[in-house]
Nanobody, 127 residues
Framework: VQLQAYGGGLVQAGGSLRLSCAAS????????MGWFRQAPGKEREFVGAAGPSRWGGRTYYADSVKGRFTISRDNAKSTVDLQMDHLKVDDTAVYYC???????????????????WGQGTLVTVSS
């Protein structure tokens, strides 16, 4: 399994950025695809996730990004995107995509529950 996250960069506060994660080597539609981020000196935190097909493709978000970030997945292309709008300086972090096929709802936000991780892409939001 390989996950490749890309699309990070430098953006001003209030701006937008779209991250993408391309997956290979897995039955993509069966996997929960999560987005996490890690700021310097902080623990990795849950941003959001797109559930597998058996969950009806529902999406889930951390309160800190709800209403600003949108996750979408394309099972045909094995990709999951994170559209980030109204970015804040506090959104600055390395963003990671992750995948797991056995998650239950209560484990969505737990990094250790995900088996596969991408390499991360840096998002810097300037004031």
């Amino acid at each position: 399994v390989q996950l490749q996250a890309y699309g990070g960069g430098l953006v001003q506060a209030g701006g937008s950025l779209r991250l993408s994660c391309a997956a290979s080597g897995l039955s993509f539609s069966r996997y929960t695809m999560g987005w996490f981020r890690q700021a310097p000196g902080k623990e990795r935190e849950f941003v959001g996730a797109a559930g597998p097909s058996r969950w009806g493709g529902r999406t889930y978000y951390a309160d800190s990004v709800k209403g600003r970030f949108t996750i979408s997945r394309d099972n045909a292309k094995s990709t999951v995107d994170l559209q980030m709008d109204h970015l804040k300086v506090d959104d600055t972090a390395v963003y990671y995509c992750a995948a797991d096929s056995r998650l239950i709802y209560s484990s969505l936000t737990v990094p250790a529950r995900y088996d596969y991780w991408g390499q991360g892409t840096l998002v810097t939001v300037s004031s």
